[in-house]
């Protein structure tokens, strides 16, 4: 079965940029025809999706992130990666990775199937 | 950006009861709409994805209904175990958006 792990500081400092990875175990993140999402939530909040990458590097992000974000992935590690640069307080959240289908001519966008935990991170000096 | 909008923001019902949230789409987003549901400290998990397909492993108990703008989960006799967050996701337009949540409280 899948499973996915977020990994990363749980503190950056105002203004640096914030790195995390997830890690995909019990298949392959280039099996299928599967997308990798980041999607944050501040405590106590709802959620925000990020952004999205497939395993050819293709991204698609949020606008309202979109100048601070970056998505990488790499296959060889069965990983995939978020930077956000620039951060401050508002950044700080619980940041869940997951996966859905992809693009399906009669039904569209599938649902995120796999969540990882969450990992959280903070933003202070 | 499409807004999605649920209601109630928060409900208290007794196990057995019937439980119905909605959520409303800014614009028509045709089936592309998901539900979740999230107890606490842990991560979402998938309830019902296109509106209305069912997703193997949950309870039968959790039904989704509706097209276009209006969409309805409903929970069929509660227990105790459904006490969680629930939140709609739509995917029928970028960015992908979340509804703001219906935290279910067991009487």
């Known amino acids: 079965q899948v499973q996915l792990q977020e990994s990363g500081p749980g503190l950056v400092k105002p203004s640096q940029t914030l790195s995390l990875t997830c890690t995909v175990s019990?298949?392959?993140?280039?099996?299928?025809?599967?997308?990798w999402s980041w999607i944050r939530q501040p405590a106590g909040k709802g959620l925000e999706w990020t952004g999205r990458?497939?395993?050819?590097?293709?991204?698609t992000y949020n606008p309202s992130l979109k100048s601070r974000v970056t998505m990488s992935v790499d296959t060889s590690k069965n990983q995939f990666s978020l930077k956000l640069s620039s951060v401050t307080a508002a950044d700080t959240a619980v940041y869940y990775c997951?996966?859905?289908?992809?693009?399906?001519?009669?039904?569209?966008?599938?649902?995120?199937?796999?969540w990882g935990r969450g990992t959280m991170v903070t933003v202070s000096s | 950006e499409i807004v999605l909008t649920q209601s109630p923001d928060f409900q208290s019902v007794t196990p057995k009861e019937k439980v119905t949230i909605t959520c409303r789409a800014s614009?028509?987003?045709?089936?592309?709409l998901h539900w979740y549901q999230q107890k606490a400290d842990q991560s979402p998990k998938l309830l019902i994805r296109?509106?209305?397909q069912s997703v193997s492993g949950v309870p039968s108990r959790f039904s989704g209904s509706g097209s276009g703008t209006d969409f309805t989960l409903t929970i069929n006799s509660l227990e105790a175990e459904d006490a969680a967050a629930y939140y709609c996701?739509?995917?029928?337009?970028?960015?992908?958006?979340f509804g703001q949540g219906t935290k279910v409280e067991i009487k």
């Open positions: 997951a996966r859905h289908n992809g693009y399906d001519d009669s039904s569209g966008w599938d649902a995120f199937d796999i």
């Open positions: 019990g298949g392959s993140i280039s099996s299928g025809s599967y997308y």
């Open positions: 990458i497939y395993t050819s590097g293709g991204t």
């Open positions: 614009l028509s987003i045709g089936s592309s």
């Open positions: 296109y509106a209305s």
């Open positions: 996701h739509q995917s029928g337009s970028l960015p992908w958006t």
